[in-house]
């Protein structure tokens, strides 16, 4: 018998194809995965299954004409896919937006934020292997918040309800004191899922320094939202731009240290408890009278086929639940946008994905992938 | 940030670029754009070092395509600088950003696959949305869709 050689044993990579039907790629999103043993040495993201040209579908109406199919991008946040849209709009033919509906676009983004996080940090459970539990706590709150969406626009995630120059319709009455019952319960609620999760044992060690992510990476592979200020970056839209009336609230951006997947879990909910003292203040500032539409914004609303901004080009950017979400349209004095460009935040976040992901093992990744916060709707357009 | 004071800075740091403004943007030559992007992220009164948005727009008309990338620096928190670059519909070939900015692979990979501009230098220029077989690129506006009703 002769005892062990000096070369190793010869041994294979591994080739597996994680999705496109898969429940962890959160829709229709691949990841070609090469493995030695259970270590990830090589990772490609495959997608474009849900592609249907959106842009294209945007230049050949009018520009109103897409504002309902925005929502169907990042189908969680119709609300806040409409204002960036909105913003692009406003900026190419110099729209002002009244007071009040800016008040009453703020709350939509504000409400949005706490349906998007809050879905997340279920889903990412999910991802971890608590199998619904903590996501059927989140879709008890987000549909507190549908409801209100439901009662301002007529539609629970298809909400079209910002128009170029202002919203759609006024708040119906008794919307603010629903409002304030949710902030009244949000805090408690979160401190509930704050006890289940944030101290638990299981989710430090599956999610404490997992995809480590640093900030210089972050901030030139154009990283953005949650995701940049987990890394420890402290860039907010909403502070760098000051967009809207996002200047008359008080508010912190919190960062993260380490920049791993528990980093990016913290942060959104430090990020909903923010968002619960803009509401706040938002609520008290609030303004009862006043257009929720400028004349201008109006005239583009009721004739949307025969309306058309001058030639010139424009770009508006948000501070998206996701990240930087961005318009750039451009104008040949037509009724049709000459060329229609989304900026979507959950594409450009998954650059990294292969990065994050190297050297960790097979279920690390579907975790990665799960604190990016992606929606195929948008990243595949 | 001025376009017409970026575009002086430009010319003094880097001789013989060709670079001209337009409204708020700067057209700069495909030749040029390495030296200018380099510049632009290092110097230390520019520092833009997030690349947001880089995407093609189809200008069937004047016969060109125009890669549009909007800049900003999250260090001193400016921006956006607008850099367009122009090249021929019939020999769209520019420098890849990728080597100063990370985010522009998949966003570069993306103009390629629905205008056809080449980006020389990219580490893995493939289509990204549609499939590889696909022929043709859908956004240019002289494509003709298999359904489209023929005049």
Same mark, same amino acid.
């Given at each position: ?27 229709? @999103? #691949?990841?070609?995965? /090469? ?7 090589? +990772?490609?993201? !495959?997608?474009?299954? =849900? ?60 409400l949005?934020?706490?349906?998007n ?7 990412l459970?999910n ?16 549909e ?17 309800? @910002? #128009?170029?120059?202002? /919203?759609?319709a ?5 919307? +603010?004191?629903? !409002?304030?019952?949710? =902030? ?16 638990n ?19 030139s ?15 907010d839209?909403r502070?760098?731009?000051?967009y ?13 240290s ?26 008290k ?29 424009a770009?508006a950017?948000i ?6 979400l ?42 990665i ?9 948008e990243?595949?357009? | ?9 430009l ?15 700067l057209i ?47 260090e ?15 020999n ?7 080597p ?9 990979r993306?103009s ?17 949305l ?13 494509y ?8």
């Open positions: 018998m002769t005892t062990g050689s000096q070369t190793p044993l010869e041994t294979q990579m591994l080739e597996v194809s994680v999705g496109p039907q898969h429940p962890s790629t959160h829709g229709v @999103f #691949r990841m070609n995965v /090469v493995l030695d043993g259970e270590n990830i040495v090589k +990772l490609k993201p !495959v997608m474009g299954y =849900l592609h249907r040209n959106h842009e294209q579908l945007a230049e050949n109406m009018s520009y109103l004409g897409s504002m309902p199919f925005t929502d169907r991008l990042d189908y969680i946040c119709g609300m806040t896919n409409n204002f960036a849209y909105a913003l692009a709009v406003e900026k190419l033919a110099g729209i002002e937006v009244p007071e009040k509906a800016q008040y009453i676009r703020v709350l939509m983004a504000e949005t934020r706490l349906v996080h809050t879905l997340l940090v279920g889903f459970l991802d971890l292997g608590a199998f619904f539990t903590p996501v059927l706590y989140a879709f008890r709150e987000r507190k918040i549908l409801d209100l969406f439901e009662a301002v626009a007529g539609s629970r995630m298809m909400v079209n309800y @910002f #128009r170029f120059g202002g /919203v759609k006024d708040l119906p009455e008794g919307f +603010l004191g629903k !409002v304030k019952e949710i =902030l009244r319960n949000y805090p408690k609620f979160l401190d509930e899922f704050e006890r289940l999760l944030s101290e044992e299981i989710l430090r060690s599956r999610c404490q320094n997992v995809g480590i992510l640093t900030k210089e990476l972050a901030v592979s154009s990283i953005t939202g949650p995701m940049l200020r987990a890394s420890g970056v402290n860039y839209i502070k760098v731009d000051r809207s009336i996002y200047d008359r609230f008080d508010f912190r951006v919190p960062l993260g380490v920049g791993d997947v528990y980093d990016r879990y913290y942060i959104r909910i430090l990020e909903m408890r923010e968002s619960l003292k803009i509401l706040e203040q938002l609520i500032q609030y303004p009862e009278k006043g257009d929720i539409i400028s004349a201008k914004g109006a005239q583009a609303a009721k004739t949307p086929r025969m309306w058309k901004p001058a030639a010139g080009d770009y950017r501070e998206g639940p996701k990240g930087e961005g318009f750039y349209v451009v104008s040949d004095g037509t009724p049709k946008p000459y060329r229609y460009h989304v900026r979507p935040p959950s594409f450009i976040n998954l650059t990294i994905l292969e990065d994050m992901c190297l050297g960790h093992k097979v279920a690390d990744a579907i975790v992938l799960g604190s990016v916060d992606i929606v195929l709707g990243v595949d357009r | 940030m001025k376009a017409e004071d970026i575009k002086n800075d010319t003094a740091a880097i001789p013989g670029i060709q670079v001209t403004v337009e409204g708020e943007a700069v030559a495909p030749e040029n754009l390495l030296a200018a992007a380099g510049f632009l992220k290092e110097n230390e009164k520019y520092r833009l070092d997030y690349l947001s948005c880089l995407t093609g727009v189809d200008y069937l008309a004047k016969g060109h395509l125009e890669s549009v990338n909007h800049l900003y620096s999250v001193k928190k400016t921006g956006p600088v607008v850099v367009k670059v122009r090249v021929p519909r019939n769209p070939k520019m420098p890849s950003l990728v100063f900015y990370r985010g522009a692979e998949f966003q570069e993306e390629f696959d629905l205008f056809g501009i080449v980006y020389e230098g990219h580490p893995d220029l493939r289509r990204i549609l499939w590889d077989e696909f022929e043709g690129h859908p956004m240019r506006k002289d003709v869709q298999e359904d489209q009703d023929q005049p």
